[in-house]
């Protein structure tokens, strides 16, 4: 039982409002105290977006906040708020947003992170705070929240729902004997976050894929123009046919393209902890970030990984010596990925026979990840 708790509580309340790869990590941990505690109710504050890829979760109450409407989205989580109190607040977002939402939930535990962990102040809106424990990944730092009050057996299931209509458009897309491998070119679009592999480095990628696999390649994005011209230059320098979904996909339909696919490629994202929850293996395209901390959790061995040699030629000094998840802000960082190794990673995907299986032993099709 709980150290906190002689019984469980009759409700917990979990702050985690972005962004779309932390909200994957964060999934299991719900999954995690809905097992062991399952009578107790589960409420989740998320944004909006991340909403739109984990709507209808079972067992789960959702209280949206829309970022985009200002104070308003917030008066919208207050209302929602207002008759609920909760023994227990997982306060497991450090940002100044989160704090704010936090201040709105009456609860009488608030756990947070530790001082060293707790990003803009988030120290001061909590009443407990999770042991620190040095250079963990981001899903091991959400699952702290989980071990604090006792529930130290992971349940790693995602069981994300998605549409009949939404898998059968996945499985047109991805139809035929030939593997499928999804590109998603860039990262979402931040001030100095450079982790955008060149278009021509992708382009080199698409005719190796072609040549020796013939693959079915997908390109998947968001609708910004960023994404777009990326889209359009893959495609001009692919030597097949290449369907580019960029703009064109809801999360859900993502999702379902994942769950077919046999392998994406992509830079520190969102899709890559997304293919993740669905056992698809990840080859991850890192420079400006490091792996450890946020790499896709199960493909760790896939990682094409320039991050320590970026360090090294940014500051000076060995990954050890920089603060753990500390980023690299320089725009040429990311050229320091080779396409060669790339290129192999491909191959311990999909082998000689062109089928992956890289992470089909440890998922089964329930979703649960073992």
């Given at each position: 039982?709980?150290?906190?708790?002689?019984?469980?509580?009759?409700?917990?309340?979990?702050?985690?409002?972005?962004?779309?790869?932390?909200?994957?990590?964060?999934?299991p941990v719900a999954r995690t105290i809905q097992s062991a505690w399952p009578e107790t109710r589960v409420y989740w504050i998320i944004g909006k977006t991340e909403h739109s890829l984990l709507s209808g979760a079972d067992g789960i109450e959702f209280i949206i906040f829309d970022k985009s409407k200002g104070t308003s989205g917030l008066r919208d989580v207050r209302r929602q708020l207002q008759q609920l109190r909760f023994p227990l607040l997982l306060h497991m977002h450090a940002s100044m947003r989160a704090n704010f939402v936090s201040r709105m939930v009456r609860a009488e535990v608030r756990l947070g992170y530790d001082r060293a962990r707790a990003r803009?102040?988030?120290w001061l809106f909590s009443n407990r705070k999770i042991p620190a424990r040095p250079q963990q990944h981001v899903m091991d730092a959400l699952f702290s929240f989980a071990e604090y009050i006792g529930l130290t057996d992971r349940v790693l299931r995602w069981d994300i729902p998605v549409s009949a209509q939404d898998r059968q458009l996945a499985a047109d897309i991805c139809s035929g004997?030939?593997?499928?491998?999804?590109?998603s070119p860039c990262s979402s679009q931040r001030f100095r976050n450079y982790r955008n592999w060149r278009w021509e480095n992708y382009g080199e990628v698409t005719r190796y894929l072609h040549e020796r696999y013939g693959a079915k390649i997908i390109l998947t994005g968001a609708a910004t123009e960023i994404e777009k011209q990326f889209g359009r230059e893959i495609e001009k320098l692919a030597p097949g046919p290449v369907t580019n979904l960029i703009g064109r996909t809801s999360l859900k339909q993502l999702l379902a393209i994942l769950g077919q696919a046999g392998l994406l490629i992509c830079p520190d994202s969102g899709p890559a902890h997304m293919a993740a929850a669905v056992g698809t293996p990840v080859i991850g395209l890192y420079a400006t970030s490091n792996r450890w901390r946020t790499g896709?959790?199960?493909?760790?061995?896939?990682?094409?990984?320039?991050?320590?040699?970026?360090?090294?030629?940014e500051f000076g000094k060995p990954v050890e010596a920089l603060r753990w998840g500390g980023r690299v802000r320089n725009k040429d960082a990311m050229d320091l990925i080779r396409v060669p190794d790339v290129l192999a990673k491909i191959d311990a995907v999909l082998g000689p026979d062109g089928r992956s299986g890289t992470l089909q032993e440890t998922a089964d099709s329930d979703g649960v990840t073992r």
């Open positions: 039982m709980s150290l906190l708790f002689k019984q469980p509580p009759e409700a917990v309340c979990m702050v985690r409002l972005s962004a779309i790869g932390d909200c994957c990590h964060t999934l803009d102040f988030q004997d030939q593997p499928v491998c999804v590109i896709p959790y199960f493909s760790q061995d896939l990682v094409v990984d320039a991050y320590p040699q970026a360090v090294r030629e």
